[in-house]
């Protein structure tokens, strides 16, 4: 495998890097760089100047912003972007509704939503689970009955990620409750603000609000909001959640926050007037974090690579579980190298006396133990792996 970039590749690694850190305003980068929540503004105005440039939806079909770009050059934008601290586009929009309204949407739906999801005019939110449908997703009962020209719906998602800030929920929906489980489901798109919609938060171990329910109660949804065909939302949902894995595998983000935490451990003093990066143990330990992550980015180059037609490769399901492990791992590093200080009462108050990084240590790593559950939780990514790739 040849591991050098061409000239024209490393050109282009230098365009991406001048851009993301030059165009992107500086305290959005500081915030990501620090691992602070962004604002809703935040992550809207970084992706509007992203868009701008043509650097928001590269991967969609060119006619909609796409840039008809290499898989390695998908691969250097997103690494970069991460690097640089640039949040990258909001996934619900340009890594799962954008590419699936791409693909088997009518004409008139791409028109009107393409563009808008691209710019983040739009903030979609991802209605997919429910109470007891979540790893078993096709047992879901949250139903829509056609009447006229209008759906109705009614049931209750849950684990909407950010759906506080959502204006449109694409949902899977039952359409045919005779049929086997998945045919019955289709894919429907749902404006947030029709009457019926209401939003509740559910809080999570880092205290933060990030999740919630979404109910819907006799909610008329117009039937062309449906996407695709009637019952074929169960296809729909698979490709999307091909896609959904891929993305969750922050190779570029996980590097940064490894890379940042040799800082770290420089900073932390201990006896002898020795420094904690000059401790062996802590030493191997980066060492083969670093090691693991050079071999996911190699695993990801070659999904990316073997991916035909749009389509995810099965060894999505490699990234999305080595993915989340490792960046569980170094949040986990992170914690150790701040101490028990960081666990205190009170440490995570902007006023303690401790460095930033630090204060964000416990939280960051209570609100990553999520990345192994959602996204179909790594239990069923080693089911995937076992039938699909091993043939077990
Ligand atoms: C922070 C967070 C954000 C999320 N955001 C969204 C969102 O925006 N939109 C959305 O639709 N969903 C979202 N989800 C839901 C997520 O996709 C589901 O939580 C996930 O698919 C797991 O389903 P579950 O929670 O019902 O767990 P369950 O399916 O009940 O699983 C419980 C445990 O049993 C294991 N298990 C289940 N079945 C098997 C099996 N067959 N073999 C072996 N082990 C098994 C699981 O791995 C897990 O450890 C989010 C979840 C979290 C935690």
């Known amino acids: 495998m040849q591991l050098e970039l061409s000239a024209e590749d490393a050109a282009f690694r230098q365009e991406m890097r001048t851009f993301f850190t030059t165009q992107v305003p500086q305290e959005i980068r500081d915030a990501v760089a620090e691992r602070r929540e962004l604002t809703k503004d935040q992550v809207v105005a970084s992706q509007r100047v992203l868009n701008a440039a043509g650097l928001a939806v590269p991967h969609w079909p060119e006619e909609w912003g796409g840039r008809g770009w290499s898989a390695l050059r998908r691969h250097i934008w997103h690494e970069e972007m991460q690097r640089a601290c640039v949040p990258t586009p909001l996934a619900f929009n340009a890594s799962m509704v954008g590419p699936v309204i791409a693909a088997f949407g009518s004409q008139e ?35 829509a009955v056609r009447e006229g020209d209008e759906f109705v719906v009614n049931g209750q998602k849950t ?92 190779v570029g983000s996980t590097k940064r926050v490894l890379a940042q935490a040799k800082d770290y451990a420089r900073s932390v003093s201990v006896a ?68 028990p200080a960081s666990l205190a009462s009170g440490a995570g108050d902007a006023d303690s006396d401790l460095a930033g990084w630090a204060r964000h240590a416990t939280p960051v790593y209570l609100n990553l133990r999520k990345a192994s559950i959602y996204g179909g939780s790594n239990e069923i990514q080693r089911q995937i792996i076992a039938k699909t790739i091993l043939g077990l």
């Open 109 to 143: 739906q791409k028109e009107r939503f393409l563009p808008r999801t691209a710019n983040l005019d739009i903030w979609w939110s991802q209605g997919f689970s429910e109470p007891d449908a979540g790893s078993d997703l096709a047992s879901l009962r949250t139903t």
């Open 159 to 250: 684990w909407t990620t950010l759906g506080q800030y959502g204006d449109w929920i694409f949902n899977l929906v039952r359409t045919d409750p005779e049929a086997k489980k998945q045919a019955g489901i289709s894919f429907l798109l749902i404006d947030m603000t029709t009457p019926g919609v209401t939003v509740r938060p559910i809080e999570l171990i880092d205290g933060g609000h990030e999740v919630n329910e979404v109910w819907f109660e006799d909610v008329r949804v117009p039937a062309e909001n449906l996407v695709g065909e009637l019952n074929k939302g169960w296809d729909y949902a698979k490709f999307l959640l091909g896609n959904e894995r891929v993305g969750v595998a922050p």
């Open 272 to 339: 002898g007037g020795l420094t904690l990066l000059d401790d062996p143990l802590t030493v191997a330990r980066i060492a083969e974090l670093e090691n693991e992550l050079l071999a996911l980015e190699l695993t990801a180059l070659r999904v990316v690579a073997h991916s035909a037609d749009g389509k995810p490769h099965p060894a999505s399901s490699v990234l999305k579980l080595k993915g989340t492990e490792l960046q569980q791992a170094v949040s986990e590093l992170v914690v150790d190298l701040a101490g």
